[in-house]
Each structure stands twice: as structure tokens, then as C-alpha cells.
């Protein structure tokens, strides 16, 4: 089994993958939102992956956002297209952990859906 993770953003969307053992999170590729919906469903069944991870942004509060009911819906696409179960896992920071972490790289998209899917199997290592 291995889990996908993703960083939404209206321009790019960070990708990640999981070992199968579910232990570790690694960059896959970044991509523009209608290369994304061309290409996600072949990606899914190349990696053989059978649940998506999506990054949920609310605010530093804990409060839901615009971009969170965007992100929901992006998100209830994605299950319909890939036939996926879909979670969800708090963002927060990881952007800026990214940042921290990246030594100046500019695109960091995959960098936060790395940090995101990491934090979601390790918050799950034993429910899995």
C-alpha cells in the first residue's frame, strides 16, 4: 500500500509518495492544475496507490478558510475521478517548514506535500 500526498495550490500542486511500508514520505513531482487532472488517475495506478492524502488549510485559529471549502472540493473530484479514498491533514507551517528546510529552492510545492504526508503517516504509523 502506499499513500499519495498532495499540497493544493491554484498553480501548482506538490505531489509525495509513501514507501509501502508506510515509514517514509519522498518528493514526487510538482505540476500545473490541468496537468494534474490529465495525468492523476495513470499516476495513481503506476504507483499503486490506494489513499490520497490532501493538505487542509485553516487558518493559525484552527478555523476553516476560503480556500478550505476550494480544497474540499478539489478534493471530492479527486475521490470521484480516482476512486480513492480521500483524508485530509492540517497544513499548517508547512510551507514554512519547506522554506526552512529547502536552502532557497523556489519551488517548494512538493517539499510541503512531502512535509504534510510525512506528518500524516507518522500521526497514523499504528492505525495503518
Not at 74 to 83: P, V
Not at 103 to 125: M, R, T, V
Request: hydrophobic content about 40%.
Amino acid at each position: 500500500m502506499k499513500i499519495l500526498g498532495i499540497d493544493y495550490g491554484e498553480k501548482r500542486i506538490g505531489l509525495a509518495i509513501s514507501d509501502e511500508g508506510l515509514t517514509f514520505a519522498r518528493e514526487l513531482d510538482i505540476l500545473s492544475p490541468k496537468d494534474f487532472w490529465k495525468k492523476i488517475s495513470r499516476l495513481v495506478a503506476d504507483q499503486e496507490v490506494e489513499k490520497i492524502v490532501v493538505g487542509w488549510p485553516i487558518n493559525m485559529a484552527g478555523r476553516e478558510t476560503k480556500k478550505t471549502l476550494e480544497v474540499k472540493n478539489f478534493s471530492d473530484d479527486l475521490e470521484k475521478i480516482t476512486g480513492v479514498t480521500v483524508d485530509v491533514i492540517d497544513e499548517r507551517l508547512t510551507s514554512v517548514m519547506a522554506q526552512h528546510l529547502s536552502g532557497g529552492k523556489k519551488n517548494l510545492d512538493s517539499l510541503a506535500a512531502q512535509i504534510l504526508l510525512q506528518n500524516y503517516l507518522d500521526k497514523n504509523k499504528n492505525r495503518q
